[in-house]
C-alpha cells in the first residue's frame, strides 16, 4: 500500500464541520451574556402543567431589532408577534413580543438565574463564569437609561428590586470608574435608583458600550453621544462622598450642638444637620437603639 505524503493537502477540513460557536447560552460569550442580562430584567418565564410554559419579552416596537437578534441566537424555534392596544400611557401603544417554548431552552435559561413567575428581587448575577461587562449591559439596556440631565450632565442609571443586582453594579462600577455607591431603596416604591453622572457616566458608559457590541442601537447611540461631553470650565470635582460610621453617629448624638459636632467629626455642620435628623427621624439606623 503506498504511503500518504504528509505535505500533501487534506481533502477537506474537518472544521469546517465543526465550527467555534458557543452553546445555548454560554455566558462567557459577549452576545449570550448580554441576552441573559436583558432576560433577566425584562423577560417574563412562565410556566404551566405538563412542562408547558413560555419566555417571552415585550418590548415598544422601535426596539424590534434586538427581538430579532435574541432570535438569532436562539436554536430553538420562537417567534416575533406585534400588536397595538391602550395602556396607562398610551391610547395605541404599538409592541413587539418575542416567545420561546422549547422547554430544553426554558430549562437552561431557568438553571442559569431566571426564576418562574414574578423574579424582580429575585434575580442575581450569575453563578457561573460570565462576561461582566455584557451582562450589565443587558441589564441597564432593559432597566436602565443612558443620557443628559435638564442641566445637560451625562448620566447612567439603573432602576431594580432586586439587591444582589444594585450591588453588583455598584461593586462593578466602582473598579472601571473608581466612584463609590451605596444603594438603598427609596420609600415610595422600595426599589433602587443607582445613579452615575458626569466622569462617571462617561467612563462608565464607553467601557459597557463598546465599537460592536450587541446593544439596544438607541442607547448605544446614547453612550456615543456621552464620550463628547467635557467638564465646563471653572465646575469643581466634589470629593468622594465620606460615609458616616457607627461610631460617628454616636459622636454626633452626643455632642451638644453641631459646632461641636462638626469640629470633632471634621465635617460640615450642614453634613452634621442632615445626618443627625435623619437619625433622628428613623431613616438611618440609630446607634443608641443597636
Not at 423574579?119 to 451582562?135: A, E, G, H, L, N
Not at 455598584?170 to 445613579?195: M, P, S
Request: overall charge positive; aromatic content about 8%.
Amino acid at each position: 500500500m503506498a504511503e500518504q505524503d504528509p505535505s500533501a493537502p487534506a481533502l477537506f477540513d474537518i472544521s469546517a464541520f465543526t465550527p467555534n460557536t458557543p452553546s445555548f447560552m454560554d455566558l462567557e460569550d459577549p452576545e449570550y451574556a448580554y441576552m441573559f442580562g436583558f432576560l433577566q430584567a425584562d423577560g417574563h418565564l412562565s410556566e404551566q402543567t405538563r412542562h408547558r410554559g413560555r419566555l417571552t419579552v415585550e418590548l415598544n416596537v422601535r426596539d424590534i431589532d434586538i427581538l430579532r437578534e435574541f432570535q438569532r441566537l436562539t436554536p430553538y424555534n420562537s417567534s416575533i408577534t406585534e400588536r397595538t392596544r391602550s395602556t396607562n400611557f398610551s391610547e395605541s401603544h404599538h409592541s413587539a413580543t418575542w416567545a420561546l417554548s422549547a422547554l430544553e431552552a426554558r430549562t437552561t435559561i431557568n438553571q442559569l438565574g431566571l426564576p418562574y413567575g414574578k423574579k424582580s428581587k429575585k434575580i442575581t448575577p450569575p453563578r457561573v463564569p460570565f462576561s461582566r461587562r455584557d451582562y450589565l449591559r443587558g441589564v441597564i439596556d432593559a432597566d436602565g437609561s443612558i443620557g443628559f440631565t435638564g442641566q445637560g450632565f451625562p448620566f447612567v442609571s439603573l432602576t431594580t428590586a432586586s439587591t444582589a443586582i444594585g450591588a453588583y453594579l455598584c461593586h462593578y462600577a466602582k473598579k472601571v470608574t473608581g466612584a463609590e455607591r451605596q444603594i438603598k431603596r427609596n420609600t415610595r416604591d422600595r426599589i433602587y435608583n443607582v445613579l452615575y453622572t458626569k466622569e462617571a457616566a462617561v467612563q462608565l458608559s464607553a467601557h459597557l458600550y463598546y465599537p460592536g457590541c450587541l446593544a439596544l442601537e438607541r442607547k448605544k447611540t446614547a453612550a456615543a453621544s456621552l464620550v463628547e461631553w467635557v467638564r465646563p470650565a471653572g465646575m469643581k470635582i466634589r470629593p468622594p462622598r465620606k460615609p458616616w460610621t457607627a461610631e460617628e453617629d454616636r459622636v454626633l448624638l452626643a455632642a451638644p450642638t453641631l459646632a461641636h459636632a462638626a469640629a470633632e467629626l471634621g465635617r460640615s455642620q450642614s453634613s452634621c444637620q442632615v445626618r443627625r435628623w435623619r437619625l433622628v427621624n428613623g431613616i438611618e439606623p440609630n446607634p443608641r437603639s443597636s
